[in-house]
């Protein structure tokens, strides 16, 4: 339920990052609401488009942010609420239990049910707001990623897409523990991915050398949902005119799903800046079939 109305000031932020100027968009309002889960009062932030009638039932994006961030970091980065307002979808930012998602898997798990708590969310905008069962999507960076890896998986009857952001589907606590994952889905799920090969907290390959703790690499998450998809395993791959970035579409998955991987050439742990409108483009072309 709706407690109360925040208001932000429109601040735009440029921060170069290995050479790339990214602009951060701080929307100009949002809604804060809450409601209990298992006991917690659970906080999320909502952003509501000015198209939206209480008639038409809308797209539904959960946008979840990552560790030590708040909802409202990832909203002013990823610059959905922007999207929101262009496109007419519901763009939402829940809280994470702590300061992280538990994703279910090595360093990233904790007691509190995070999957749950969204599956909770969903019901609840449901009964407050005309959404579009068919398309609920969920994106996220980081350890939000992970989430969304995780939720993807584990509400595959009722999400459609989603879009990790630099993130990964396994590891490990310690490099003597075996390595964990994410639940297989009961149903496809079209995924698109975005992961830099420069990233040093969750690195392309893999691999953390400094600390010897090790996640699954994006090839691996990648295989991961392209055989959970159905997909073809020989993948269209087109190169940018500069070689920056790396497209590989593997398609013909089980009811139309797809499985989209952008490789960032150099690219650091950050939201790119052209991801969004990316993510909006296949969320709106991969409704639930």
């Given at each position: 339920?709706i407690t ?11 921060v ?6 990214i ?6 309002a ?18 509501i488009?000015?198209?939206?009638n ?5 797209p ?11 909802p409202?970091?990832i ?16 763009a939402?930012y829940?809280?994470?239990s702590?300061?992280?998602w ?22 609840t905008?449901?009964?407050?707001y ?14 939000g ?15 459609a897409a989603?879009a990790p952001?630099a993130g990964?589907?396994?590891?490990q606590?310690?490099?003597n523990?075996p390595f ?9 799920v079209?995924?698109?991915i975005?992961h830099?090969?420069a990233?040093?907290s ?7 050398a ?13 295989a ?6 159905g997909?073809s395993?020989?993948?269209?791959n087109?190169t940018?005119s ?6 590989s ?7 139309g799903t797809e499985v ?5 050439v ?9 991801a969004?409108?990316l993510?909006?483009?296949f969320?709106?072309s991969?409704p639930?079939?």
């Amino acid at each position: 339920m709706i407690t109360k109305k925040v208001l932000f000031v429109f601040v735009m932020l440029v921060v170069v990052l290995s050479g790339v100027a990214i602009i951060k968009l701080w929307p100009q309002a949002a809604l804060k609401g809450t409601f209990q889960f298992e006991g917690i009062e659970r906080t999320y932030y909502i952003h509501i488009p000015p198209s939206y009638n209480g008639i038409t039932p809308v797209p539904l994006v959960i946008v979840l942010h990552g560790y030590t961030e708040t909802p409202l970091d990832i909203e002013g980065y990823s610059g959905f609420s922007t999207k929101s307002d262009k496109e007419g979808f519901i763009a939402v930012y829940p809280t994470s239990s702590t300061d992280r998602w538990n994703a279910g898997f090595g360093t990233w798990k904790s007691g509190f049910n995070d999957v749950g708590m969204i599956n909770e969310l969903i019901d609840t905008l449901e009964q407050e707001y005309e959404i579009d069962p068919k398309r609920i999507y969920i994106t996220g960076f980081s350890n939000g990623a992970m989430m969304a890896y995780s939720s993807g998986a584990e509400l595959s009857d009722r999400i459609a897409a989603i879009a990790p952001v630099a993130g990964t589907i396994g590891g490990q606590v310690d490099q003597n523990s075996p390595f964990e994952y994410i639940s297989e889905p009961s149903q496809p799920v079209s995924v698109i991915i975005f992961h830099g090969t420069a990233d040093a907290s969750i690195p392309y390959q893999g691999i953390i050398a400094s600390t010897n703790r090790y996640y699954v690499s994006v090839a691996d998450s990648v295989a991961f949902w392209v055989r959970c998809d159905g997909c073809s395993t020989n993948p269209l791959n087109e190169t940018s005119s500069d070689g920056s970035v790396i497209k590989s579409t593997y398609s013909n998955g089980t009811n139309g799903t797809e499985v989209v991987l952008y490789t960032l050439v150099g690219w650091s742990h950050a939201w790119p800046l052209t991801a969004t409108d990316l993510i909006w483009d296949f969320f709106e072309s991969h409704p639930k079939q």
